[in-house]
């Protein structure tokens, strides 16, 4: 019988690493999640989770290493129409309705206004 094959992680993170100023944020992290697991960030406040969080999202860009999703670096276009990401504390606006806080979202993740609506 052939060997199983082995299919390449979803999710890499290489060797990355952020400072604000003089102080280490996230050093050397590297980790991947393949298909299907998960990951947990576990730690207290300041150990670096939310940043890491945000490196994986393509909103902060780590200073070293690199962070892709099947082969796509997360700072291109296209890493966010798979991205799914809702931070403990996010910005709203206190007068949508979750209809228009849905096709807002969805103007954000680059859907057609059509398709939004027929998702939302």
């Known amino acids: 019988m052939g060997a199983a094959r082995q299919e390449a992680p979803a999710l890499k993170i290489e060797n990355v690493s952020i400072r604000f100023g003089d102080f280490k944020a996230i050093k050397n992290v590297s980790t991947s999640v393949g298909k299907n697991e998960a990951r947990f960030f576990i730690g207290p406040n300041g150990a670096g989770k939310t940043t890491l969080m945000r490196i994986i999202c393509g909103i902060l860009k780590p200073d070293s290493g690199t962070v892709s999703f099947d082969g ?48 939302a």
């Open 72 to 119: 796509i670096d997360v700072s291109q276009e296209e890493y966010r129409s798979v991205l799914g990401y809702l931070p403990q504390e996010f910005g709203y606006y206190p007068d949508f309705t979750v209809w228009d806080y849905l096709l807002y979202i969805s103007s954000v993740k680059g859907l057609r206004p059509a398709v939004a609506k027929k998702r």
